[in-house]
């Protein structure tokens, strides 16, 4: 019995050996396929032979470089089509005894022969080939690419689905070899190349490497790749390619968009990349805002004018929004949006806009540019597109200015200005102003300017109604048209009184509006603020008749001489009850001005409670229709101190409003609650708020903890 089995078990493997020897031949092309007969005798006798090959070619051996390397290809494609055949011989085995021994198939087995045997005996000499023909093709060397790919597969194929072999047996290798290669280039590069060149370089040769993985490296290996580029390239040479003389700031400079945008696209790969560029790109745009400040200033000094003759407030803002444009492009354009560069220029704004310029602070400079494009654009030299694209700049740049309550104090003073004596001025541009401040601040920045323009259009209706009022009482003042503006209290700016004793052609009129006034309401007192009103006045001089145009203090001093040839200094003052600041102005505007309607004696140019004046019948002028403006007054300070005065009320009611939320709370995280609430509108002083918790505590709106005085409690 013994006898027999080893009897089959030696034909078997004739018949096995016949068949292998066949696959050989056929894998060499020196026979046909199998017949049929041929194909059934090596499925039926195998049923209980285990088979072993070993398929170790000595031409493996032998072979070096790119011979190896396709030899290695071609014994493992052959490989596989001999396992092909062998399990296909073997199926029975694989079907029954391999599950039944729970061994590898007739496929795996032959598989790990190849691998333990052909592969894992030349997997040194491939790596090393195939890093030596990429290195080659760096260089830019031809190389066989379909071959590199084919032999890396067989790294990959290795892993069974996996790529562990790949990554252990060639990638590794290959990256430290990568880092080496490029770490060599840099070095030469960073000295013999500018800025804009080594960073050509440097995108060349990412597009190459990643060129290169779609050719033969695996996909996995983009990733770790290019990061090794980019680290040998960028990382550990990025402040030094930076700070070149062709670096960063040279490309700022000279407005280098194509190569700003290259930057970008190498360094915000990198880790922190983009650090280094936001930091030259912030001290760039600060450096540049410093020297428009500091321009202004010198022309200020040297009383000279820029920018085609505007004043130096309007050509610094003009500047700053110049700026703005062209780095706010930068940003969106070659920096993608990128928040770090947006950050960045954020920064440098806030820092050059919050300085004080001439004396002045940015926040009145950015109002009076604005004044300025509103009253061109009331006078239709500028088209509506343009004045809403001008506004929609102010609002961008208002937004770096911290003091945003300043600046709306001067807008509302300048509106005032705009709306009671410019009559050009334009209510839709107005409107679309306060609506874009609104979106910026808040309703609380622009409720009373709002208040303002509304007050403007109901005193239109008050003045057709006083019209019928006079038509209807016979009440007409002879001689004089009066049109009068009621105004709210609460919305327009707080403007200095006097109790002007009126010519009495003046106290008719205002007689006859109160009238008018008081029949139709009883609960509104009326104050008659002399110092915003205007008239026209008839001067009859020798050469012809001129209208003059002047306020009503110096409409006043005008019709006292219509009794008097000549006045002094202190009749005027004593029959108008003037104050001596204000009826200096007035003298110096009629006599001391470019328009003399008064004579002074002694003629100077200055007012003194000493002089004499008497009318001047002998002015002529090549118009006849002249405004005499008043003096004016720097009220600069005062609205200062008003907005410091408001600041103390926003912060006692935030603080309240922090408290009553909390209950309970600590003095540090209090102050910063409270900067953080007023933050949208000014910048607090952390001292001004310490007083204001000090003055609450005194009030009894708050009350120390007993055991903890830096905790503060709410007072219901």
Same mark, same amino acid.
């Given at each position: ?534 008239? !026209?006045?008839?001067? @009859?001089? /020798?050469? $012809?008749? #001129? ?11 005008? +019709? ?118 007023? !933050?949208?509108?000014? @910048?607090? /002083?952390? $001292?001004? #708020? ?11 709106? +708050? ?14």
């Amino acid at each position: 019995m013994v006898i027999s089995q080893i009897k089959a078990m030696e034909e078997g493997w004739a018949i096995m050996e016949d068949g292998i020897a066949k696959v050989k031949n056929i894998l060499e092309e020196l026979e046909s396929q199998f017949s049929s007969e041929e194909y059934m005798r090596l499925y039926t006798y195998p049923s209980r032979i285990f088979y072993k090959i070993y398929y170790v070619n000595p031409s493996l051996r032998d072979k070096h470089d790119e011979f190896m390397l396709r030899e290695l290809v071609r014994r493992w494609s052959d490989h596989k089509v001999m396992v092909k055949w062998l399990s296909r011989f073997l199926s029975y085995l694989d079907r029954y005894f391999v599950v039944r021994k729970k061994i590898e198939s007739v496929k795996d087995h032959g598989f790990s022969c190849f691998r333990d045997m052909a592969y894992g005996e030349v997997k040194h000499k491939a790596k090393d080939a195939v890093i030596a023909l990429v290195n080659k093709e760096r260089e830019g060397g031809q190389i066989d690419r379909a071959l590199l790919k084919n032999v890396l597969d067989v790294f990959v194929e290795m892993g069974k689905g996996k790529i562990e072999f790949y990554t252990d047996d060639f990638e590794d290798a290959m990256l430290k070899d990568t880092a080496h290669y490029y770490s060599r280039k840099a070095s030469q590069w960073i000295f013999q190349d500018s800025c804009p060149d080594y960073m050509l370089k440097v995108e060349e040769c990412l597009k190459t490497e990643k060129n290169r993985v779609s050719h033969y490296l695996h996909s996995s290996s983009e990733t770790k790749l290019l990061e090794q580029v980019e680290n040998e390239l960028l990382v550990v040479y990025a402040n030094q390619l930076l700070e070149k003389e062709t670096g960063c700031r040279a490309l700022l400079r000279d407005d280098k968009v194509d190569e700003l945008s290259r930057m970008y696209r190498l360094f915000h790969n990198i880790p922190k990349g983009l650090e280094e560029v936001a930091k030259i790109f912030k001290e760039h745009v600060h450096s540049e805002g410093l020297m428009a400040i500091q321009m202004i200033e010198d022309a200020t000094f040297n009383k000279t004018e820029k920018a085609g003759g505007a004043r130096g407030e309007h050509a610094l803002m003009t500047t700053f929004i110049e700026l703005h444009n062209k780095y706010s492009a930068y940003t969106t354009g070659c920096f993608c949006n990128n928040a770090v560069l947006h950050k960045a220029l954020k920064q440098a704004f806030e820092s050059f806009c919050n300085q004080v310029v001439c004396g002045t602070s940015n926040a009145d400079h950015l109002a009076s540019y604005c004044d300025y494009i509103l009253k061109k654009g009331g006078s239709e030299k500028i088209s509506d597109e343009a004045i809403d694209e001008s506004m929609d700049k102010i609002v961008k740049l208002l937004a770096y200015i911290s003091d945003k309550d300043l600046f709306a104090e001067f807008s509302r003073k300048k509106l005032s200005r705009r709306l009671l004596f410019d009559r050009n001025v334009n209510d839709d541009h107005e409107r679309l102003f306060l609506t874009k401040l609104k979106q910026q601040c808040g309703g609380q920045c622009t409720s009373k300017m709002e208040g303002m323009v509304t007050d403007l259009a109901l005193a239109k209706e008050n003045q057709n109604q006083f019209h019928e009022y006079l038509i209807n009482n016979n009440a007409a003042i002879p001689g004089m048209d009066l049109t009068v503006n009621v105004l709210t209290t609460g919305f327009w700016p707080t403007y200095k009184t006097c109790d002007l004793r009126l010519p009495a052609e003046m106290v008719k009129c205002v007689q006859v509006f109160k009238e008018h006034y008081e029949a139709k309401t009883k609960h509104r007192k009326l104050t008659w603020i002399y110092s915003l009103g205007t008239c !026209s006045i008839n001067g @009859k001089f /020798d050469s $012809k008749t #001129i209208e003059l145009v002047v306020g009503t203090y110096q409409g006043a001093v005008l +019709l006292l001489f219509n009794d008097a040839q000549r006045l002094s200094y202190s009749d005027i003052k004593t029959q108008l009850n003037f104050e001596d600041d204000d009826l200096m102005r007035v003298l110096h505007s009629l006599s001391c001005s470019k328009y003399k309607i008064l004579k002074k004696d002694p003629d100077s140019k200055f007012v003194s409670p000493n002089d004499y004046f008497e009318f001047n019948s002998k002015f002529t002028d090549k118009m006849r229709r002249i405004r005499i403006p008043l003096p004016v007054v720097d009220d600069r300070k005062k609205v200062i101190q008003d907005v410091d005065n408001d600041r103390r009320y926003s912060i006692d009611a935030a603080l309240v409003r922090i408290m009553k939320g909390r209950k309970i709370l600590g003095h540090q995280q209090l102050i910063l609650e409270c900067v953080e609430m007023l !933050s949208h509108m000014f @910048k607090p /002083d952390v $001292k001004v #708020i310490k007083k204001r918790i000090e003055d609450l505590l005194a009030r009894d709106y +708050l009350e120390r903890d007993a055991e903890n005085p830096n905790l503060y409690k709410y007072v219901a």
